[in-house]
C-alpha cells in the first residue's frame, strides 16, 4: 500500500484501509517512502530542504517487495492512493511479469496529462512554471542537479528549498504521469476507485473511461466520497476489493 503526495504509510485512509483488510484476514504493508530522509515519519515538513523524486517510489516498492518475498510472500496485491496510485501503476506497467502480483489497486490516483503541471503550478503559485524549470534544468544539464534551489515553490510547500533534479523530476513533462497509459500496459486484474466528491483528483473517470473497455479493468465510482474515502467509503472499498480477490 502507497500514500500520496508528502504522506505517509500511517496517515488515516492507509490505517483504515489496513484494519478493515485485518477484519477479512488479509494482511497489509503500508510503507512509508523515504522521500530522501531516515526513518521519515508523519507528514514531510516544508522546511526540509526536498531531495526526493517523483521515481525514486519505483525503487522503494521493489526494495519492499523483495523484502515481502523473502519473508515467504508468495502472492500479493499492489494499492496505492493519489499520486501513490501513479507510482503502483508505473510500478507495475514495468513490472507486469512479475507473477506474485495478483492484482492492482488503484485509490483516486493522480492522473497528469499534457501541460496540466504548467497549469497546477499557475494556479497554485500564480506564476508560470517554466521560468523555475529552465532554471533547473540548467543547473542539470550543467552536472548541477545537486544544488539547492532557494525560496521555490514546490509541489505543496511554497517558498522552499528544493534541489533541481528533484524539480526537473517533477515538474518535466512525462508521459508516465498520465496514469491510463499505465494502465493499458498492465495485464493483471485491475480495480480503479473515484469519489463522487473529490475535489483534488476530479478526472479519474473522465479519463479512465476512455479504457473502459479492457476487460481487466473494473471502474468504480463510490457516491459521496471525497479523496480520502472516510468511514463506510472506506468499508465500500474493502468490500469491492476483498470480493474481487476471492
Known sequence: ????????????????????????????????????????SGMYDCAVTHTHKHTDSL????????????QGVKSLALLGHSRGGNQIAWYASENDDNTSISHVILIAPGIVGP???????????????????????????AGKGGEVMQNTDFIYCPDTQVTAEAFVNY??????????????KISKPI????????????????EM????????????????????????????IIETVVEAME
Not at 525503487?59 to 515481502?68: A, C, S
Not at 494556479?123 to 521560468?131: E, F, H, I, S, T
Not at 480495480?191 to 473522465?206: P, Y
Open 115 to 141: 501541460g496540466e503541471l504548467a497549469k497546477d503550478y499557475q494556479k497554485n503559485y500564480k506564476k508560470p512554471l517554466q521560468p523555475v524549470l529552465d532554471k533547473a534544468k540548467s543547473l542539470v544539464d
Open 59 to 70: 525503487n522503494e516498492i521493489d526494495l519492499w517487495l523483495n523484502w515481502l518475498k523473502n
Open 1 to 40: 500500500m502507497l500514500h500520496g503526495t508528502l504522506a505517509h504509510g500511517e496517515m488515516e485512509i492507509m490505517s483504515t484501509l489496513q484494519t478493515l483488510f485485518l477484519d477479512y484476514d488479509i494482511s497489509s504493508l503500508s510503507i512509508n517512502l523515504s522521500l530522501g530522509l531516515d526513518k521519515r
Open 209 to 236: 473511461s476512455k479504457l473502459s473497455n479492457a476487460k481487466n479493468i473494473e471502474l468504480i465510482t463510490i457516491d459521496g466520497a471525497d479523496h480520502f474515502f472516510r468511514d463506510l467509503y472506506a468499508e465500500e
Open 171 to 184: 515538474y518535466q513533462e512525462n508521459d508516465n504521469f498520465y496514469t491510463p497509459g499505465l494502465v493499458e
Open 191 to 206: 480495480l480503479i476507485f473515484a469519489g463522487s466528491e473529490d475535489k483534488v483528483v476530479d478526472n479519474v473517470m473522465t
